[in-house]
T-cell receptor, first 112, second 114 residues
């Protein structure tokens, strides 16, 4: 089955860019999502990209998809302390189940 | 508005208790989900309801019993739970159950089983 991997921890300085990486194994993954989870809270959908796209930009967020390498990244420009959270990537193969496969999550620490 | 609400926010229950978790959305979504999340782990899918019918049960023990009374409401009935069932229970909804529909999550219910 699908396996989604992320590095567990990333530390950056406030104002720098953050890049969170994700790799997946199933090339038929069609929809790829990024979620943010702050301590004690639910998951907030940040952005998503479809497999027919290479890049998507939404304000400070840029998602890059390399289908050949099955690699997804989330870049956060001008990272702020409020961006400190756990970031999950998730894939879906479409179909009618709605089942998401999540990575383990990357904890982003932003130092002032 | 992409809000999913969950009550209660926190719940402490004994192993012999019966309790229920509630989830509500008013976005007109026709798919609703229950997830279980342990600390520092990703959410694990438990159940999927599509058009008020249970479409996926991820081999969840029968001490967890979902119910979808209408298209806006989703309940999770709990009975005879074990301490290892302590976790954050998340509800989510999406326009439909296909993988190309974004899932929106509620804030969760933090459950402690004593």
């Amino acid at each position: 089955g699908e396996d989604v991997e992320q590095s567990l921890f990333l530390s950056v300085r406030e104002g720098d860019s953050s890049v969170i990486n994700c790799t997946y194994t199933d090339s038929s993954s069609t929809y790829l999502y990024w979620y943010k989870q702050e301590p004690g809270a639910g998951l907030q959908l940040l952005t998503y990209i479809f497999s027919n796209m290479d890049m998507k930009q939404d304000q400070r967020l840029t998602v890059l998809l390399n289908k050949k390498d099955k690699h997804l990244s989330l870049r956060i420009a001008d990272t702020q302390t409020g961006d400190s959270a756990i970031y999950f990537c998730a894939t879906s193969m479409g179909g009618n189940t709605g089942k998401l496969i999540f990575g383990q999550g990357t904890t982003l620490q932003v130092k002032p | 508005d992409t809000e999913v609400t969950q009550t209660p926010k926190h719940l402490v229950m004994g192993m012999t208790n019966k309790k229920s978790l509630k989830c509500e959305q008013h976005m007109g979504h026709r798919a609703m989900y229950w997830y279980k999340q342990k600390a520092k782990k990703p959410p694990e899918l438990m159940f999927v309801y599509s058009y008020e019918k249970l479409s996926i049960n991820e081999s969840v023990p029968s001490r967890f019993s979902p119910e979808c009374p209408n298209s806006s409401l989703l309940n999770l009935h709990l009975h005879a739970l074990q301490p290892e069932d302590s976790a954050l229970y998340l509800c989510a909804s999406s326009q439909d159950s296909g993988g190309h529909y974004e899932q929106y999550f509620g804030p969760g219910t933090r459950l402690t089983v004593t």
